[in-house]
Each structure stands twice: as structure tokens, then as C-alpha cells.
């Protein structure tokens, strides 16, 4: 819920803040459709809302990084957040 929260209210919300405990949470593993729903939000926001996710420092893109990589090739990856994840 957190992701959808990030990509349609971000303006209502301490940003970083949430965004914090959002990427503390990922990647989803036992709830597979939430997991899909939650990783191709990440990549949504990160392919069309970046400037939310990064901060100057860019202190999250390890952690971005990191879910990307245990999420790729497995049951929570479909092929369209592949596609976007390889892009």
C-alpha cells in the first residue's frame, strides 16, 4: 500500500519518511500478488517519478538496487517488471 501511497499522494506525506520504511519492507516475498503489485510500483516511480525516490546523496539507489536484484528471475518478477527493471 505504501508504494501506491508514494506514487498518487506523495505530496500529503513526510516523502522520506515513508519512503524509508517502504524500501525497508522490499522486496515482498510470501504475499505474491502484492509483491508484483508493490515491485512494479517501484518501477514505475522510479522510471517516471525518479526525483522521488532519489535524493541528492542517492542514498536509496543501493537499496533500489538491491531489491531489484533478489526480485529479478523469480515467481514476484513478471515479465513487465523485467522489462522495465533491465531497461
Same mark, same amino acid.
Given at each position: ?13 513526510? #516523502? ?14 510470501? /504475499?505474491?500478488? $502484492?509483491? =508484483? @503489485? ?15 525516490? #532519489? ?14 536484484? /533478489?526480485?529479478? $528471475?523469480? =515467481? @514476484? ?11
Amino acid at each position: 500500500a505504501l508504494g501506491k501511497i508514494i506514487k498518487n499522494h506523495h505530496d500529503k506525506i513526510n #516523502l522520506s519518511e515513508v519512503i524509508q520504511v517502504w524500501l525497508s519492507h522490499l522486496p515482498l516475498k510470501h /504475499d505474491k500478488p $502484492e509483491a =508484483k @503489485v508493490q515491485h512494479e510500483l517501484l518501477t514505475d516511480i522510479l522510471l517516471n517519478k525518479g526525483e522521488l525516490l #532519489l535524493d541528492s546523496s542517492g542514498s536509496n539507489i543501493p537499496r533500489i538496487v538491491k531489491v531489484f536484484s /533478489d526480485v529479478l $528471475e523469480t =515467481k @514476484v518478477c513478471t515479465p513487465e517488471i523485467k522489462s522495465k527493471i533491465i531497461l
